[in-house]
């Protein structure tokens, strides 16, 4: 007997998680069906994906890019109903007639959305790391009280996610300590004194996977492996001291866990994107991702290095801002941010990226939010603070 279709929401559809997610979800047309996509500007992509796979409503960020979607869809004989706004981003991820919400908009605007789907009690599957990051303690409570499924897709905590016993309220008798594995990114070996010299188009070039701008240059200078460091300790209940990172340029271990009885368990696989969406959305099934198989016969060796805290020291900045006042999390995520792109943009230096995260974390002394309002007033105004940092910084 076929199981019932989920109808699925992809939040960031045109993205690099979006479209591998849209790419698995067309390998098993008798178990998903699209139900709505959003993204932010890239209306000649969302028309393709509209034609593909037919939603039912289509998110533009903007009202000019929505009404030239609308005029598209309206040449092309599509039916698509068409949104526009944050509004409407949150109006269809908590939609009574979505099952399950991919959340790959990236950045804290993603962080409404997330929590609409977890208040009404979604199975969502978390790309966006900074509803975590910002979100901390609040959006794991919403999770709890929306009764959602929360199974993460980052390849590292989808890789930890599937080395834990499936009974949750055995993870902190059983585990001793998390490693999520990182790459080091195009600059692992570089000498520290050359890095003000990197520029948008070397910091984006990640040996092993195809992502957005600001997501490269993230792993280029290791922050999205302290943003990964602060998730891990809110998805999985850990301690700071319990969630650790050992650079490993292969990229073949996906991260590991190590238990109280010193036995590690890891999870291993090519390094692609649908591996983790397909588990995420199959769990606790397994369907065919379109993923290269791992062919141990020909690997290579697997090595493992410390993470270089003078070449990567934004790493560390993730078990500070834990240790700190509830809600510098939300600091870090926002002043790197506007640190990246004002990078992207020409305005900063790569090396300073990480003068204006610390000089924002020194500012910035928050007191603990407790709603959405306080975090976005918080991100706001880490974002005011991280802005005059990068015009003292500037190239």
Known sequence: MNPIRQRITVLGSTGSVGASTLDVIARHPERFEVFALSAATKVDEM???????????????SEPHAALLAARLEQNGLATRVLAGPAAIEEIASH??????MAAIVGAAGLAPCLAAARTGKRLLLANKEALVVGGELFMRTVAEGGATLLPIDSEHSAIFQCLPEDRATWAERVDHVLLTASGGPFRTRAPGT???????QACAHPNFSMGRKISVDSATMMNKALEVIE???LFDLTPEQVKVVIHPQQIIHSMVQFQDSSVIAQLGTPDMRVPIAC??????RIASGAGRLDFSALAALTFEAADAERFPGLHLAWQALRAAPGTTAVLNAANEIAVEAFLEGRLRFDRIHAVN???????RPSKPSSLADLLELDAGARAAARAAALRFAT
Request: charged residues 20%; hydrophobic residues 50%; contains cysteine.
């Open 232 to 234: 891990a300790r809110w």
């Open 195 to 201: 890095l003000a010299d990197i520029t948008p188009a």
């Open 358 to 364: 610390l000089e924002t974390l020194e500012s910035i």
């Open 47 to 61: 028309l393709a994906q509209c034609a593909q796979f037919k939603p039912r409503f289509a998110v533009m960020a």
């Open 280 to 285: 995420g959305l199959a769990w606790p099934e």
């Open 96 to 101: 009574e007639q979505t099952d399950a919400v």
